[in-house]
């Protein structure tokens, strides 16, 4: 079920609210009695009684069947869990996916009793059976977290995130937890922990502390590591690796410095990639040098110019605004910065 192998064909509104006219003017008198409950009301009070999660309602199989598998392309079971296990697919993701399809109007439960539906009608004996418990567990989670409240301030980060790592405990066997849940908190494992890191390895030369970096990972991820890399954007690994040369960047001076920076970016974007971004990187410095001189121009002019109404005093600064920067535009944009960088600091008074 993960996004390359298991591609959900959307079915327009339109279509799904025809369907259900379609089903509702086709059936017995026992449906179409004003007084009969409508079967697509059945979902809640039947999901509520239904301890195992296994029975689903015949109404919801059939129908599933033109929401969900038109084309019948999904993972087999043991394709599921194995993807799920190495981090490749991420269970609650998919039902998400799920979710999205089901028909507008759906309570909750309706939705839920569609994709148990759609499990029994893709999967047979103990597949549906394991991925409808997984399925009614996470469900039975999901509820309880609504309740719980990590939010008191006397909590860090990472005390609200073992709140819901032992509610979880509460629902799902230890194996059950990991398949759900694990590529997510090793993650939170991962970012919890890498300050210690990096400031345990802050003196160390950078070839090894990437070394060291590298091997960390692998130990928190574990199973995890090579669907982590391999979804990694390039950019974000570059920017890890000049974050833990930074210390030894620093001691260098200003022309070794950009060498080794430009040896880096070559490395992970090519000769043409690093002309590309040397080419932003002098724009950025040229604009930020441009408005260091503003900066400076305008509190001058304010300081000379106090005698001048606020009209005119803002007529003048967007005159020099337009001079320093080279467009109108440009110092539209920055008037408008200004205006929003005020509104959050007056905000958070």
Same mark, same amino acid.
Not at 32 to 41: C, G, K, L, V, Y
Not at 111 to 125: D, L, R
Not at 279 to 305: H, Q
């Given at each position: 079920?993960?996004a390359? @192998? ?5 079915i327009s509104?339109v $279509?799904? #609210? ?17 007084n ?5 009301d059945? =979902?809640?009070? %039947? %999901?509520r009684t239904?301890?195992?999660g %296994?029975?689903v ?9 033109s929401i #969900?598998?038109?084309d019948?392309q999904?993972?087999? %079971?043991?394709?599921i869990i194995?993807?799920a ?9 998919e039902?998400w996916?799920?979710r ?19 499990i029994?009608?893709e +999967?047979?004996?103990?597949?549906a *059976? ?7 567990? +996470? ?9 719980l409240?990590?939010?008191?301030k006397?909590?860090?980060n990472a005390?609200?995130?073992e709140q819901i790592k032992?509610?979880?405990?509460k629902? $799902?066997?230890k194996?059950?937890a990991?398949?759900i849940f ?5 993650t ?5 922990n890498?300050?210690n $890191?990096l ?10 502390r990437?070394?060291?970096y590298?091997?960390?990972r692998? *130990?928190?991820f574990? @199973?995890? +590591?090579? =669907? ?5 954007p390039?950019?974000?690994? $570059?920017?890890t690796?000049?974050?833990?040369r ?16 430009? /040896? ?12 590309r ?9 040229e604009e ?8 400076v121009e305008e ?11 606020d009209?005119e005093l /803002?007529?003048?600064?967007? /005159?020099?605004?337009?001079k320093?920067?080279?467009? *109108? ?5 920055y ?9 959050l600091k @007056?905000?958070?008074?």
């Amino acid at each position: 079920m993960n996004a390359k @192998n298991l591609r959900i064909v959307s079915i327009s509104l339109v $279509f799904v #609210f025809f369907l259900f006219l379609l089903y509702k003017f086709t059936q017995t008198n026992e449906f179409n009695s004003a007084n009969e409950e409508n079967p697509n009301d059945k =979902a809640e009070s %039947f %999901f509520r009684t239904q301890s195992d999660g %296994f029975s689903v309602d015949p109404f919801y199989l059939e129908s599933a069947k033109s929401i #969900f598998s038109p084309d019948g392309q999904f993972l087999q %079971f043991e394709e599921i869990i194995a993807k799920a296990k190495s981090g490749e697919l991420n269970l609650i993701s998919e039902l998400w996916n799920l979710r999205r399809q089901c028909p507008e109007g759906s309570t909750r439960e309706q939705c839920h009793e569609y994709i148990k539906a759609f499990i029994q009608n893709e +999967y047979s004996g103990e597949d549906a *059976k394991k991925l409808l418990n997984l399925l009614t567990d +996470y469900l039975k989670y999901e509820e309880a977290m609504v309740q719980l409240d990590p939010s008191s301030k006397s909590y860090t980060n990472a005390e609200r995130y073992e709140q819901i790592k032992q509610l979880r405990r509460k629902y $799902f066997s230890k194996e059950d937890a990991e398949l759900i849940f694990g590529l997510e908190e090793a993650t939170a494992d991962f970012s919890f922990n890498r300050k210690n $890191f990096l400031d345990e390895t802050k003196n160390l030369k950078a070839d090894e502390r990437i070394r060291l970096y590298e091997n960390y990972r692998k *130990k928190t991820f574990g @199973n995890y +590591y090579n =669907a982590v890399v391999s979804r990694e954007p390039k950019y974000d690994q $570059f920017e890890t690796e000049m974050d833990l040369r930074q210390n030894e960047l620093a001691k260098l001076s200003g022309t070794e410095r950009e060498s080794k920076e430009r /040896e880096v970016r070559i490395r992970y974007f090519g000769k043409d990639g690093n002309e590309r971004m040397e080419k932003v990187l002098k724009e950025i410095k040229e604009e930020e040098e441009k408005i260091t001189k503003l900066e400076v121009e305008e509190k001058n002019f304010r300081k000379n110019n106090s005698n001048l109404s606020d009209s005119e005093l /803002e007529k003048k600064l967007m /005159e020099l605004r337009i001079k320093t920067l080279g467009s *109108k535009e440009l110092a539209e944009e920055y008037t408008r910065r200004l205006e929003y960088e005020k509104t959050l600091k @007056n905000s958070g008074n």
